[in-house]
């Protein structure tokens, strides 16, 4: 009896021993758990501050992001106000230069086609007491005669040139870079050779006296003229007016050679120029940044001073010799450029460009080949100093645009 009683018992045993030992594992588990939420929970409070951190840092990152918009909008709009004030500042000293040098203009030309002067006006010395001598018997204005028919000229020469390019059947691809300098230069000959009655209507009245009648400054007489030597009407009635073929040659070939010069010299100057400034902020350290009014638009100023220039000096004598040509047989009465006063009848008879050389040569010695050129030397003179105040002003405004 009692053995059975301890049989019974071990199996009682037996049996709650699996209850006991999943109740343990239950509550393993359960503390397990316990650990686990209350590892999240610390995790949790440990990366709050850091989340806010970042929430934080990707606030200002946005705010810096807008801000740079910001002033990147402001830098754009800067940069175009400056472009369209240096833009005008430019036009503006090129219109001044236009009307200051014009009356050394006017002399020069009337002193390369005057065959009978004795003094040839060389230096800038003898230039002076002569355009003071013109303006006092003649009045103010002569010295400014003609300026209205060449702002007219220029007009038309870039129309005819943009007729020209529009109308030309050509077609060069972008790689083809000589044959496409031979057709610009064969557009650019098209539209001298039209232009040249014109030219030579806009010389006469440069050239012509005052006296007697005084010339509008702003007309259109110059169109008229131009088309009467085209068509043949109200001509003089002279055998030594040469034929507008034999004028298109020296005119093609100063303009074509002017023109050649002057865009080398240009692209020269503008390289020289930017390589020098580069250098100099190399020296300085200067950061990365909007360019000024000065780097913009100055360089144009001083390629187009010297191209200018140099194409002028250069070519002075072709210029002497067209202008005599051009106004051959015109009956055209000019100033006295030797003491001025009084007048000096034209009545030159070349046959061409060679005889007029030879002719100047052997009767008026090589130095009438530069007759006038000393009212060069004062006209770039002023020019210079017209683009040194230019540069002054350019970086007084590009000074207060920095201040912003």
């Not at 005052?210 to 001509?235: A, D, E, M, Q, T």
């Not at 001083?302 to 220039?309: K, L, T």
């Not at 000096?344 to 080949?369: A, K």
Request: include cysteine; charge should be neutral; glycine fraction near 4%.
């Amino acid at each position: 009896m009692a053995g059975t009683t301890a049989l019974n018992f071990n199996n009682y045993e037996s049996i709650l021993q699996p209850g006991k030992d999943k109740n343990i594992s239950e509550d393993n588990e359960q503390a397990k758990l316990d650990d686990i939420e209350q590892a999240e929970a610390n995790i949790l409070k440990d990366v709050a501050p850091k989340r806010k951190d970042v929430e934080s840092e990707e606030e200002n990152s946005q705010n810096l992001v807008i801000a740079f918009k910001i002033n990147l909008q402001d830098l754009s709009t800067l940069e175009q106000n400056q472009r369209t004030l240096g833009l005008a500042i430019s036009l503006i000293s090129h219109g001044i230069y236009k009307i200051m040098s014009h009356p050394f203009v006017v002399l020069r030309r009337q002193c390369q086609v005057n065959h009978r002067s004795v003094g040839y006006c060389l230096t800038p010395f003898s230039v002076l007491p002569t355009l003071i001598g013109i303006q006092r018997h003649q009045g103010f204005s002569t010295l400014w005669k003609g300026i209205g028919s060449t702002v007219v000229i220029r007009v038309l020469v870039i129309s005819t040139e943009s007729v020209i390019t529009e109308m030309a059947p050509i077609s060069v691809k972008r790689n083809q870079k000589p044959i496409k300098f031979l057709e610009h230069m064969t557009l650019k000959s098209a539209s001298f050779m039209i232009m040249t009655p014109f030219f030579t209507a806009s010389l006469l009245e440069t050239l012509q006296c005052n006296f007697g009648h005084r010339n509008p400054l702003f007309n259109l007489n110059c169109l008229v003229n131009g088309f009467n030597r085209i068509i043949g009407r109200n001509l003089p009635t002279t055998t030594r007016l040469l034929p507008l073929w034999k004028l298109m040659i020296p005119t093609v070939s100063y303009h074509i050679l002017h023109y050649m010069l002057t865009t080398l010299i240009e692209k020269i100057t503008r390289r020289f120029y930017r390589k020098s400034e580069s250098n100099e902020m190399e020296d300085e350290e200067i950061t990365e940044k909007s360019r000024t009014m000065t780097e913009m638009y100055f360089p144009d100023l001083v390629a187009n001073f010297f191209g200018n220039m140099i194409s002028d000096i250069i070519l002075y004598p072709l210029e002497t010799i067209m202008h005599r040509l051009l106004v051959q047989g015109t009956r055209t009465i000019i100033d006295n450029t030797d003491v001025g006063v009084g007048v000096v009848p034209l009545d030159t008879s070349y046959d061409g460009v060679l005889d007029c050389y030879t002719s100047m040569v052997n009767e008026e010695g090589t130095l009438s080949l530069y007759k006038g050129i000393g009212t060069v030397v004062v006209q770039y003179a002023l020019s210079y100093a017209l683009l040194r105040t230019t540069r002054y002003v350019f970086q007084k405004l590009s000074n207060n645009f920095e201040y912003r």
